[in-house]
């Protein structure tokens, strides 16, 4: 099955510092790769998706960057605030219906 | 339209008993998955239900099992409970089809297992 690894696991930056957050996927099926935030106590909200024939696709503050031949891809938060602060999760779906493989999640710490 | 909703949100159960977790997907969406979030295992998946059938199923023991209704509610069982099950159970729903992928998640049930 997919495995999806991701990195780092917890991450500091700065406010108004960028951060980036990386995972790699193992199954060349996969074809959506969603990012979901969680703050504390909260449901994981999907913040930014990407599908496999797009390399990029930005929103605001926040990217994604999709490099299928190398099977990983990125999130990039710009301008950060401190209410970025939250665990993030990438996943990857292999095609095979609404089956989602996630990362072990990111928390980022922003610093005011 | 509501959200995902789930019942009920904490739980307490003795080892050894079983335990019933409802959802309830957004309106007109008719897949919801289902999903175990430990600190040491992040997000694992359990199953996926679409138009009442079983669709996918992760690697987890036939201890779990669920079922999903002609309205679209899904329950999940957990039966012979251990220590290790206990978790937070997340559910999430989305429509089906090539361009309807995105999984809206709800607000999981907090299931203790002493």
């Known amino acids: 099955g997919e495995n999806v690894e991701q990195h780092p696991s917890t991450l500091s930056v700065q406010e108004g510092d960028s951060a980036v957050i990386k995972c790699t996927y193992s199954?060349?099926?996969?074809?959506?790769f969603p990012w979901y935030k969680q703050e504390l106590g909260k449901r994981p909200q999907l913040i930014i998706d990407i599908r496999s024939n797009v390399g990029e696709k930005k929103d605001q503050r926040i990217a994604v960057t999709l490099n299928k031949t190398a099977k990983h891809f990125s999130l990039h938060i710009t301008e950060t605030q401190p209410e970025d602060s939250a665990v993030y999760f990438c996943?990857?779906?292999?095609?095979?219906?609404?089956?989602?493989?996630f990362g072990t999640g990111t928390s980022l710490t922003v610093i005011p | 339209k509501a959200g995902v909703t789930q019942t009920p949100r904490y739980l307490i159960k003795t080892r050894g008993q079983q335990v019933t977790l409802s959802c309830s997907p957004i309106?007109?969406?008719?897949?919801v998955s289902w999903y175990q979030q430990t600190p040491g295992q992040g997000l694992q998946f359990l199953f996926e239900y679409f138009s009442e059938t079983q669709r996918n199923k992760g690697n987890f023991p036939g201890r779990f099992s669920g079922r999903q209704f002609s309205n679209s509610r899904s329950e999940m069982n957990v039966s012979t409970l251990e220590l290790g099950d206990s978790a937070l159970y997340l559910c999430a729903s989305s429509l089906d089809g090539p361009s309807s992928y995105e999984q809206y998640f709800g607000p999981g049930t907090r299931l203790t297992v002493t």
């Open positions: 309106s007109g969406h008719r897949s």
């Open positions: 996943a990857a779906n292999p095609n095979t219906g609404n089956q989602f493989y």
């Open positions: 199954d060349s099926a996969s074809n959506y």
